[in-house]
């Protein structure tokens, strides 16, 4: 029953959050690749339903604009995308930053110790952009009118 109790260091190849996302980051390069190997083999046609807040309410969502935002990154248009939702290029930045410096720390056997670590900022910094972009863009909707 002691050896519960006792203070185990912490191992070189102990399991981390990193590890968690760095695979998952891996699973979904994966699959986007085959929906999009999909799409453009496969003569499919898809369509999103309308946002149903929008719908009701007149206003935008706090994700309104982030597919038009997502396929405005995926053509190269950074600055369009940033104004559709800023926080899809937010995302695919912070996204591109950890798998990139992670698979460098892999492949160096861990002797680079260059690879982003995760940290609660990052979140709070997303839910920022999504509650500004919904904020920003309802206030130039009912003061201005101001459509997209």
């Not at 559709?84 to 937010?90: A, N």
Request: proline share 5%; hydrophobic share 45%; glycine share 8%.
């Amino acid at each position: 029953m002691k050896k519960f109790f006792r203070f185990q260091p912490k191992q070189n190849n102990e399991h981390t959050t990193e590890d968690d996302f760095f695979f998952l980051g891996i699973i979904g390069c994966i699959a986007t690749a085959a929906v999009l190997l999909l799409f453009r083999w496969l003569p499919l046609r898809f369509r999103l339903p309308p946002c149903l807040f929008h719908r009701i309410s007149g206003y935008y969502c706090p994700g309104c604009g982030g597919t038009r935002a997502l396929l405005a990154l995926l053509h190269g248009q950074l600055l369009r995308s940033a104004w559709y939702h800023p926080f899809v290029p937010y995302a695919a930045f912070i996204f591109l930053y950890f798998m990139i410096t992670q698979a460098a720390e892999r492949l160096s056997s861990k002797r680079l110790r260059i690879g982003m670590r995760y940290q609660n900022r990052f979140v709070w910094i997303g839910v920022a952009l999504i509650i500004g972009n919904f904020i920003c863009k309802n206030l130039l909707r009912y003061f201005y009118g101001f459509q997209l």
